[in-house]
C-alpha cells in the first residue's frame, strides 16, 4: 500500500535540500511521535550517506517499536530537482520504500514524501501509521521553515536529540 504526499516549502531549494541530507531532520521531523535510537553504526551521522544504518525506534520516545534498517540512497539529483530514497525494512515490515522528491518552485520548493509498506496481514495498520506520521512529518518540515530553520520543538522538553 502507498501513501503520497506533497507540501510548498517557501524557502530555496539548496535550504532544504541543505536541511533534508542531515540525520537531525529527521530526528525533528519525527519527533515526538517517533524517536530514531541508533544502534549500528552507534551514532547517526551529521549528514547521511549512502549506506544502511540500523535503529532502534521508540514512539512517543518512550515505547519500543522494534529496529529498523534505513538504507540511503540517491536514486536522482539536479541543481533543481534530488530523490532520496530510503528503502528500509524491519521484522514486522518487509518493506518501507520511503521517497524523497524535493524540486524547486517558484517562491520555494516543493517537497513530497512518498512510502510503499508491506507488512504481511499488518499492513492497513502500518499504512495507517505511515499516512498520520507523514502528515505530521510535513507539519513539522512547515513549522521548521516559518522559524528560519530553527530546531525548537513546540513540545516543551521534546527537543531533539542530535
Known sequence: MIV?????????????????????????????????????????????????????????????????????????????????????????ISKWDHLITIRSADGGCVYSDRVEVKAGVLTPFVWTFAWLFYRHRQRRWQHLVSSGFEYKNPNKGMEPTR
Open 4 to 92: 503520497a504526499r506533497s507540501t510548498f516549502l517557501p524557502c530555496p531549494f539548496e535550504r532544504c535540500l541543505e536541511e533534508v541530507v542531515t540525520s537531525r531532520l529527521l530526528q525533528y521531523v519525527a519527533s515526538p511521535l517517533v524517536v530514531f535510537v541508533p544502534v549500528s553504526p552507534p551514532a547517526l551521522p551529521e549528514r547521511w550517506e549512502e549506506q544502511q544504518y540500523v535503529v532502534r525506534l521508540r514512539l512517543f520516545g518512550l515505547i519500543p517499536f522494534g529496529r529498523q534498517t534505513i538504507n540511503i540512497s540517491v536514486p536522482s539529483r539536479s541543481d533543481s530537482h534530488i530523490e532520496l530514497r530510503d528503502d528500509g525494512y524491519s521484522s514486522l
